[in-house]
């Protein structure tokens, strides 16, 4: 397996602002599917649809990360110093921000005593003061781990790819809930998890498939995984036998086709536009990170007090607006937190 970065790495910047851009629309449907029962059907049918369709996004986020560094050398003291420094110093500025607004809309408050107020703090960052900001944390082990796969990577045959690739999905795929009753005792975890998506990532990234209409076959395989995670997350919240979000989790297997499909699809892509977009796209892709942060804050403020939300019209036409909506004004917060002297680069992300 070829051990650089990818020549060509526009589509890269492609895929990342769609997952950046698909993110946002998750989210922005989670409200409506919570309220299964209480709103009409065909609403939360058409969230659950648009939810299905976007539930790449963390996958392929992950993917990306593996293409870009998994195939490069590193000094391990470097590479964490670098990477962590990047990722921890927005997500601390952006954690204390959140917990600013659950004081603002008075989920937590804080007293004369400085010391419980501090650990109160201290507890929030440890479990995480966003419902989105899980994936830091997520990504923070990954960085751990990436010195020690990517020696992998980079000395090991296609063959011996393939098989981590094999038993991680086969790992997956035997501790899902629908049956989990087959696994058995062995301990398998150290295929578990989102260090498979690193893998596929880098793999997808670099290898040269000759499969005649190869992005038809992918197209369909995206098509029939949305479906199947619609109707399944449907199925399941009917009769919950199993965990409703089952469907949703991205460690999963119908998730891992759902992902794979789009990112040979958009690899295999290279669309004519205009260069004003081509910049467009390369400056949003400067601030992917910070609006990764900061977007929960704004889908917040949008519908209290703006009323920008699901409810602004038929769903499959409110959160894809409203999500845009979203994307640019984060994009001009952050850029504008970027301009602030000394430190606006450093906690913008």
């Known amino acids: 397996m070829p051990t650089a970065k990818p ?27 919570m309220a299964y029962g209480k709103v009409p059907a065909a609403d939360w049918w058409e969230a659950d649809f648009l939810n299905a369709l976007v539930r790449f996004a963390v996958p392929v986020f992950v993917m990306i990360t593996g293409a870009l560094l998994l195939g490069r050398e590193y000094e391990i003291g470097d590479f964490l110093k670098k990477r962590l420094t990047r ?6 500025f952006w954690s204390l921000v959140y917990i600013w607004y659950s004081w603002y809309i008075e989920e937590i408050t804080f007293g004369p005593d400085i010391w419980f107020d501090v650990k109160q703090v201290l507890h929030l960052l440890k479990i995480g003061t966003s419902y989105h900001l899980w994936y830091v944390y997520m990504l923070i082990g990954l960085y751990f781990f990436i010195p020690v796969i990517g020696k992998f990577v980079r000395n090991a045959s296609e063959k011996e790819i393939l098989y981590f690739l094999l038993v ?6 035997i501790t899902q809930p629908y049956l989990n009753r087959f696994n058995p005792s062995v301990d398998m975890h150290y295929f578990a998890g989102y260090a498979g998506y690193l893998v596929l990532g880098h793999y997808l990234a670099f290898k040269e498939f000759n499969v005649p209409r190869l992005r038809l076959w992918m197209i369909l395989l995206f098509i029939v995984s949305v479906a199947v995670i619609t109707v399944g997350s449907w199925w399941i919240i009917r009769y919950p036998q199993y965990p409703g979000t089952m469907f949703y989790e991205p460690v999963n297997p119908f998730v891992l086709t759902l992902s794979a499909s789009i990112f040979i699809v958009v690899k295999l892509s290279i669309p004519k536009v205009p260069s004003v977009i081509i910049r467009t796209r390369d400056f ?49 917060m952050v850029w504008i937190i970027n301009k602030i002297p000394f430190i606006g680069k450093w906690i913008s992300g």
């Open 7 to 33: 020549q060509n790495i526009d589509w890269i910047s492609n895929l990342r602002l769609i997952a950046l851009y698909a993110v946002i629309i998750l989210h922005s449907t989670s409200p409506l599917l």
């Open 87 to 92: 990722v921890v110093i927005p997500f601390l």
């Open 168 to 173: 991680w999905f086969a790992v997956m795929t």
């Open 284 to 332: 949003a892709g400067k601030y992917n990170y910070g609006i990764y942060l900061g977007h929960a804050l704004i889908l917040y403020f949008l519908d209290d007090p703006f009323g920008i939300s699901f409810k602004l019209c038929t769903p499959i036409i409110s959160i894809p607006l409203t999500a845009l909506i979203c994307f640019l004004v984060t994009l001009l």
